[in-house]
């Protein structure tokens, strides 16, 4: 079972590069999640999609872009990169929403992208 | 808009002692509540989801969480901790269309011998 995939694991960037982080999930679930975790601050949410074609923006889009034009896959592109974009990156899915009653909605999470830019 | 407060950043406990780590919550609505974990150089899990069913949630691995309304509070316990527990923990909150988590800063948990 590969579940959620996310690539690259590590990368180092110059200011004003661009990049592409991929993320793939084989369960066939409708909602994918881009988080971004820095230390002692949890988890923020960046971008997430409710299903193929259609994205959303989260707590702290600036500076990123998202498509979903797949079930599987949800690329985050980081268009002219800052040193503030420095972070570990996690992808997450889910077959149901996470909040309300009934099924679970139980985010399954990728292993995280690190990222730094200098 | 939603919110968690994880009151403490850095939880210590001996090994086989009970476990208490606290969250309080702020909605307007009636929310979802959950306790995700995550281990050194790993992706988050779900430990276990409150979503008004009963106010004692039991999850994995020997944790359990209750929702304490009139507290605003939903903290995890577990009554003897193990090596293996020592982990960051980090309570989230629906938001009201209960389609985005919001994340709190998260406690790690030390777990000595």
């Known amino acids: 079972n590969a579940g959620v995939t996310q690539t690259p694991k590590f990368r180092i960037l110059k200011i004003g590069q661009s990049m592409t982080l991929q993320c793939t999930q084989d369960?066939?679930?409708?909602?994918m999640y881009w988080y971004r975790q820095d230390p002692g601050m949890g988890l923020k949410l960046i971008y997430y999609s409710v299903g193929a074609g259609i994205t959303d923006k989260g707590e702290v889009p600036n500076g990123y872009n998202v498509s979903r034009s797949t079930t599987e896959d949800f690329p985050l592109r980081l268009e002219l990169a800052a040193p503030s974009q420095t972070s570990v990156y996690f992808c997450?899915?889910?077959?149901?929403?996470?909040?309300?009653?009934?099924?679970?909605?139980?985010?399954?999470f990728g292993e995280g992208s690190r990222l730094t830019v200098l | 808009a939603q919110s968690v407060t994880q009151l403490d950043s850095h939880v210590s406990v001996s090994e086989g002692t009970p476990v208490l780590l606290r969250c309080n919550y702020s909605?307007?609505?009636?929310?979802?509540l959950f306790w995700y974990v995550q281990h050194p150089n790993k992706g988050l899990q779900l430990l276990l989801k409150y979503t008004s069913a009963a106010t004692l949630v039991k999850g994995i691995n020997g944790f359990e969480a209750e929702f304490k309304k009139s507290e605003t509070s939903f903290h995890l316990t577990k009554p003897s901790a193990h090596m293996s527990d020592a982990a960051e923990y980090f309570c989230?909150?629906?938001?009201?269309?209960?389609?985005?988590?919001?994340f709190g800063k998260g406690t790690m948990l030390l777990v000595s011998p």
């Open positions: 909605s307007s609505y009636s929310p979802s």
């Open positions: 989230v909150v629906s938001d009201e269309r209960y389609s985005t988590l919001t």
């Open positions: 369960m066939n679930h409708n909602y």
């Open positions: 997450a899915s889910s077959y149901f929403p996470p909040g309300g009653s009934g099924a679970s909605g139980e985010l399954f």
